[in-house]
Structure formats: structure tokens, C-alpha cells
């Protein structure tokens, strides 16, 4: 886009950035490029070529953005050979205490008989990271989670300094970036529960994921090494936060959304209801070994992940060298951005009907299997994908089969819902709406 275009649409971003990149890929193509002064923005707007690309190890870096920068003073969001050590320790580590393993499933259906959408994953979390447990009326919790809503809401209002950074300097409130270090300050006081595991940590006996890492730390001797002393110290706060803020926002906002589209579609609500009524009955509650046989159920979480696109550009990723990719030089420290949103969205690729919310284009013909589109990418693609994509999926699938299960969606007759809408920004939310939930006979 040229530079006029461009600075017709600079506050408009900031509105509804989600309309102005698809637009641009619509007439632009799959691959196009944003520069604003020195820095260029490569936008992928195919799955095909985003996943080849995002599957390159030249293509593994995290863009320099003081937006991502400032969540960890960069620790959080890391690359090269810092990401590779902290992604795999913190993988095996969670792997170990039972994160990715059906284990889970007892606390995940305990949030889901109380209704919660966001407390389960919170209270897991934090029990595998701390070692703390927490009730459902916990303090801490409640905090946690309004922390993590805080943080959504800030990011959104931070759309243009992911390509006008400067912008935080001529006027911080207005762009967003006040709220943004006040939210990330505020989600990162969590992470100071290190300093009290610090006074306390057994070496024969670590009991969590923190004293794992001090211990890791502990052993450390390359200065080098982003487990390093005060580096490793910094690196673990950062990583306490993203899995704070990651595991929980995300899982709540899809079952905002579920519920959203699930009460403008009630013909959807009840085919789910008749097939959970024939597979699982009223006498037990649904678990994940029920997932294969509910394929309509299932159905219905993969069209909000593509309608919502909640993630809308993922996480942006840098180029760490030059490279050509299908005829377009990517210079090294560009950045790249999955055009998630106009991927989800596509005609050409869910059809003419791309607007509406159908589960059946996930089913096979006889909608007996679901069918899983390779274009269907909510948790972005390729070496940087969402390690805990296993869990929120498990997650997402037992809150929404149980609520099915026991209740009707229905509108709050004092303000009906009238159409899904969402508050703009790069992490979509859906407005606040009213609903009931009605026990079924």
C-alpha cells in the first residue's frame, strides 16, 4: 500500500485493523508488505504459504517491539537459541506435572459444574506452577483473572505501536501504551512468588514448576545462558506471566464466543443437545473419551475458532535472514504477521457463505467424522505454535459439553442479543452481552 493509503489509514487501525488487512490481502494477494519509516511488515494471507514459511527456522525469530519487548524486558517472548532452551525446558517440565495429560480432566470439570470459564485453567495452573492451591473464591484467583482481562483490553489499544512504535512517545494514553505497561506491571507481580520459593527450595525436593526452574538456575554456569543467574531469574518471571496470561485469557474468550453464537443459533445448540442426549444421556457427565462420538459438538468449537479468529495476526514472528519465499525478498529483521483473520475469513476457501456460522463445514458428509481444514489455524502454525493448544482445546470441549448437557442457552428477555459483535483490536473479545442458562427438563 502506498504511503498516502497508508496514512489515510493509520486511525483506522486503530479502530478496526482486522477490515483494513483483509481488505489489502483481497487486493493485494497473499503476500504483501507494509512499510511505515524504516520498518516493514509482511503480511501472509494464504495457509498453504504461511505454514511453509512459518516452518523455515529463518523465520523463528519474535519481532523487536517495545509493545512484546516490554512483557519480560524481552525475556517473555525470546528467540534463537534463548527461545529453543526455555520452550523445551518449560515444555518437558509441564509435560511432567500432567499439563498435556487427561489427568486434568478432574479439575477442568470441577470449573465446568461451577460455571466457570475462566477459573479452571487459572487453578491448574497455578497449582503446577506454585505449588499453591487455589479455591474458587480465592483472592488470588479473582485477582489473576481481572489482571488477565485488564491485559486483553490493554493490548487492543495498543494496535498501531506494533507499526508506529513512536507513536507511544507523542502521545502514550491515547495510543495505549500507559495502559499497556500498567496491565504487564500489574500481571507480572504474580511472577514475584519466586522470591519466596527462592527462600524456600529443597534441592532433593522441588515440588513445582518454579523450584524446577531455581533449581535449573541453580545449575547454570554459562554466563551466557538465559537461565543465568539474575537472567535466569528475569527469564522465569516472564514465563510465570505468559502462562498466566496465555492460559487463561484464551480459553475464556472462546467460551464467550461459544456461548455468543450458540445463542444466535439455536439450531445449532439443539443438534448438539440430540447428539450428547443419544452418546452420553443424563445419568453421567461427558469426558474426553466421549470427544470422538460427539463429532457435531466438536464441530461447532472449530467454527468459533474460524469465525472469531480471536487471535486475529497470532504472534508476529522476525526474519533472522534474508531470504526469498515464492519470488518476494523477506530482508532479515523484517517482520512477518499470519493474516489469521483474512485466512478464516476467506470465501475462496470456506465459501460463499464465510460469514455464517455453520459446524457442518467441519463434518464429513454423513456428519459422522469431523474433518479437520488445514486452513484452520487458531493457534498459529509452524515451530512457534501455542504449546498448550492440546489443553484449551480439551478444555473448551468439556465446558461446552457440559453446559449442553444440563442447560439452554437462551436470551435474556430484558436485552436480547441481536447479532455477534466484538470490541476491535488485534485480540477480539465479544461485546458484553446477557444470556440465561436454563436447566433442562
Known amino acids: 500500500p502506498g504511503l498516502i493509503q497508508l496514512l489515510f489509514n493509520i486511525l483506522h487501525l486503530r479502530k478496526a485493523p482486522l477490515k483494513v ?7 493485494y494477494g497473499p503476500i504483501y508488505r507494509v512499510r511505515i519509516g524504516t520498518h516493514d511488515a509482511v503480511f501472509i494471507s494464504d495457509p498453504k504459504l504461511l505454514k511453509e514459511r512459518f516452518s523455515n527456522i529463518n523465520s523463528t525469530g519474535r519481532a523487536y517491539n517495545p509493545v512484546t519487548h516490554y512483557f519480560g524486558h524481552g525475556n517473555g517472548i525470546s528467540q534463537g537459541h534463548a527461545w529453543e532452551a526455555q520452550r523445551t525446558f518449560t515444555v518437558r517440565k509441564l509435560r511432567d506435572f500432567g499439563v498435556f495429560k487427561s489427568s486434568n480432566e478432574g479439575f477442568l470439570m470441577d470449573g465446568a459444574k461451577a460455571l466457570v470459564f475462566n477459573g479452571p485453567v487459572i487453578s491448574g495452573f497455578w497449582r503446577i506452577i506454585s505449588g499453591e492451591n487455589s479455591d474458587w473464591e480465592s483472592a ?3 485477582e489473576i483473572i481481572k489482571r488477565t482481562e485488564v491485559l486483553t483490553e490493554a493490548i487492543n489499544n495498543t494496535s498501531l505501536l506494533f507499526f508506529a512504535p513512536f507513536l507511544r512517545h507523542i502521545a502514550p494514553t491515547y495510543f495505549g501504551w500507559t495502559g499497556w505497561t500498567n496491565a504487564v506491571d500489574s500481571i507480572l507481580e504474580f511472577a514475584h512468588t519466586v522470591e519466596k520459593h527462592s527462600k524456600h527450595l529443597d534441592s532433593n525436593s522441588p515440588r513445582d514448576f518454579i523450584d524446577h526452574y531455581l533449581l535449573k538456575i541453580k545449575e547454570t554456569t554459562d554466563p551466557t545462558s538465559s537461565f543465568y543467574q539474575q537472567n535466569g531469574v528475569t527469564s522465569l518471571e516472564a514465563v510465570v506471566g505468559d502462562l498466566l496470561a496465555g492460559g487463561s485469557e484464551t480459553s ?7 456461548t455468543l453464537y450458540l445463542l444466535l443459533h439455536k439450531e445449532a445448540q439443539s443438534k448438539a443437545q440430540q447428539e450428547l442426549d443419544h452418546v452420553v444421556g443424563l445419568s453421567r457427565q461427558v469426558s474426553l473419551a466421549d470427544k470422538p462420538l460427539l463429532p457435531y459438538t466438536e464441530a461447532i468449537l472449530l467454527e468459533t475458532f474460524r469465525v472469531s479468529s480471536m487471535a486475529a495476526f497470532g504472534v508476529p514472528h522476525r526474519m533472522t535472514a534474508d531470504t ?10 523484517s ?7 483474512a485466512i478464516h475469513h476467506n470465501p475462496n476457501i470456506w465459501g460463499k457463505d464465510v460469514s455464517e456460522f455453520r459446524p457442518e463445514r467441519f463434518l464429513s458428509e454423513d456428519k459422522t467424522r469431523v474433518i479437520h481444514h488445514e486452513a484452520l489455524m487458531p493457534f498459529s502454525t509452524g515451530r512457534r505454535a501455542c504449546f498448550g493448544e492440546g489443553l484449551a482445546r480439551d478444555t473448551i470441549f468439556l465446558f461446552v459439553a457440559h453446559i449442553l448437557q444440563k442447560f439452554n442457552i437462551e436470551q435474556n428477555s430484558e436485552c436480547p442479543v441481536m447479532a455477534a459483535e466484538t470490541v476491535p483490536g488485534f485480540v477480539l473479545q465479544p461485546k458484553p452481552f446477557k444470556f440465561v442458562l436454563r436447566l433442562r427438563n
Open 140 to 142: 488470588k484467583k479473582s
Open 252 to 258: 475464556s474468550t472462546t467460551l464467550s464466543f461459544v
Open 21 to 27: 488487512f483483509q481488505k489489502w490481502a483481497e487486493k
Open 335 to 341: 517482520t512477518v504477521i499470519s493474516n489469521l483473520y
Open 324 to 333: 526469498m519465499f515464492h519470488g518476494y525478498f523477506l530482508p532479515k529483521d
